[in-house]
């Protein structure tokens, strides 16, 4: 599996699963977007759940000594979702790329039982990492048969190849009275996929296409919340890549950015003003499964919103250091 070169952010991964443990029981506030409250409690509520970078990890790392041991699994974020799902009335699931590679899982049975697991989890929304083409497009619209849940990526063409018509450039979903806008993008596939898997696959600019979705979600579709499903990574040294970090500062209308690739632990989401002055929300966490993202928003009447907490929550039991 290719690894990131670039984590920038990224927090010392034993500081942070212990500075993680510790807010077990406490929520990280922060207020990221819109005024002060004009009221003691939000009109709606939305709780945006995220993962990232799974790379077919669907147990937990063995219990050999390693840093990791006993963390991720999907049978542990099922029942994690399950919970939260039980005590939250507006749930969203969604992730970020990188469904596909890093276990024996995949190199037998091609990305069949990681489909499986997010259907039975109840993801909403995934987009496309550079590791889900590892067997060919072919493959992965043929594992798509098995889900029911869109991929959203606006910047990737798939005219005259077998995932066209299996993808979308964006996805409005209701929660209440709340509609939420969900647009994607991915990262450039010369020099990280073999042509002969990405097939005539066409890579479009990210900012320009995430913009353009987003646009209309918000000023057209009338979305309260749009969410752009990233896979271009955190941020980099090279000044040409194009990152979380850029398409926040230089579009327009997305509200949040949950991003992956980079395999980035941030602490907390990071917010960046975009090309009119307002607040970006981007978040990443990690890599394998081991971390659920938990964002809560809060809604007034008159469609301000606020980031009313974040929270990164430890999948599996971590029992020795």
């Not at 147990?59 to 029942?79: H, I, T």
């Not at 997010?118 to 550079?130: D, K, P, R, S």
Request: aromatic share 8%; glycine share 10%.
């Amino acid at each position: 599996m290719r690894k990131s070169k670039t984590e920038y952010g990224m927090l010392n991964r034993r500081k942070f699963l212990q500075s993680a443990s510790l807010a077990t029981g406490a929520l990280l506030t922060q207020r990221v977007i819109g005024q002060e409250w004009m009221e003691d409690n939000p009109v709606n509520q939305l709780t945006i759940l995220h993962t990232n970078d799974v790379h077919s990890r669907l147990d937990p790392f063995p219990m050999d000594g390693s840093r990791n041991q006993g963390l991720g699994g999907v049978a542990a974020r099922a029942e994690i979702i399950k919970s939260i799902r039980a005590t939250t009335e507006h749930v969203l699931l969604v992730d970020a790329g990188d469904i596909f590679q890093g276990t024996p899982y995949f190199n037998f049975y091609k990305g069949e039982p990681e489909m499986k697991a997010m259907a039975a989890m109840g993801y909403e929304a995934v987009t496309m990492g550079n590791h889900d083409f590892d067997a060919g497009l072919e493959n992965f619209a043929t594992q798509l048969q098995l889900v029911n849940f869109p991929v959203v990526i606006a910047n990737y063409d798939f005219t005259n190849t077998v995932m066209e018509g299996k993808a979308r450039p964006y996805h409005i979903i209701k929660k209440g009275k709340l509609k939420i806008g969900l647009t994607g993008v991915g990262i450039e596939l010369k020099g990280l996929v073999p042509d002969n898997l990405a097939g005539n696959t066409k890579y479009l600019d990210p900012v320009v296409e995430a913009s353009r979705q987003a646009e209309f979600l918000k000023r057209k579709a009338g979305c309260d919340l749009v969410v752009c499903l990233s896979h271009l990574g955190y941020k980099y040294r090279e000044a040409n890549k194009v990152s979380d970090e850029i398409l926040a500062r230089e579009s327009e209308h997305i509200d949040v950015i949950i991003g992956g690739h980079t395999h980035t632990f941030l602490d907390a989401p990071v917010v960046y003003k975009n090309k009119f002055g307002s607040d970006v929300i981007v978040n990443q966490v990690g890599w394998a499964g081991i971390l659920l993202g938990r964002m809560d928003f809060g809604f007034q009447r008159n469609k301000k919103k606020n980031l009313e907490a974040s929270r990164s929550v430890i999948i599996g039991k971590k029992t020795s250091e």
